[in-house]
């Protein structure tokens, strides 16, 4: 994360508060949030996460996959075009350089004379992300190119994805739902039509029930599941708060 390296927002909330602190990216803890919402049973699940821009979260038995370094599910840096616009990670090719928010903002104001809608939107100021959505719900057929590209290429890592680990629940979530249903039309049609029937038959392709509240459902998740286990009790529960063991709790993992 240019401009924030070097610095721990764990130790500084920890110093701040003398609370204990976990951390994690939004998309994770939005697929945490997502995973404990769901009805019974429990499947796991992948989250796909399409705003500005593009990442995934997975939830196994209600654990997420983290990774060595937390950078489990960083999928819009994976290379899927020779597209030689570049990513902000530095690379090109990245599957954020035609599905991310930011790159689609970019290409949309590039090509804004072939569109009047974008034309006339671009004469009160730069685009936004809801301008686009409002673009794709009126149909302009610049944005539809550039959103049903996106899709295609989100699809195919999805299914991929989806082939390796057999999920219950695939969950589209993040600002491109508001761009209307074809996006998700295409991503679960992808997925079906490529995977293995054994992984497919029973898949659930369907939007996120969330909307940012989610987030903030698994992110206290991710605190109440750390805070709540033996070990953890084992050192807090005595003094009857979890205040001031701040350092020592968030040593122990899970
Ligand atoms: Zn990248």
């Not at 399409?50 to 599910?73: I, K």
């Not at 928010?101 to 004469?123: D, H, N």
Request: charged share 25%; with cysteine.
């Amino acid at each position: 994360m240019p401009g924030w390296d070097g610095f721990s927002p764990r130790a500084w909330l920890r110093e701040r508060y003398d609370a204990p602190v976990w951390a994690d990216n939004h998309v994770h803890v939005m697929a945490l949030g997502e995973w404990h919402e769901q009805p019974q049973p429990r499947r796991d699940l992948l989250f796909i996460e399409v705003g500005v821009d593009v990442g995934a979260g997975l939830v196994v038995d209600g654990h997420v996959l983290r990774g060595e370094r937390g950078g489990a599910g960083a999928i819009g840096h994976i290379r899927v075009s020779a597209d030689e616009t570049r990513c902000r990670c530095g690379k090109t090719g990245c599957l954020e350089v035609t599905a991310g928010g930011w790159a689609i903002l970019l290409k949309a104001a590039e090509r804004a004379a072939e569109s009047p809608t974008l034309s006339r939107m671009l004469r009160t100021g730069p685009l936004t992300l809801e301008d686009i959505g409002v673009a794709a719900r009126e149909g302009d057929p610049v944005v539809e190119e550039l959103l049903q590209r996106a899709a295609d290429d989100v699809s195919a890592v999805a299914s991929s994805l989806v082939t390796f680990i057999n999920p219950g629940e695939v969950v589209l979530g993040g600002g491109v739902l508001n761009a209307g249903p074809r996006f998700l039309k295409t991503m679960d049609a992808a997925i079906k039509a490529n995977g293995p029937e054994l992984v497919t038959e029973r898949l659930v392709v369907r939007p996120s029930s969330l909307s940012d509240g989610y987030g903030i459902i698994g992110a206290a998740r991710l605190a109440l599941d750390s805070i709540l286990t033996p070990p953890s009790l084992a050192r807090w529960l005595p003094s009857r708060t979890p205040l001031a063991h701040g350092a020592e709790l968030q040593r122990i993992v899970r």
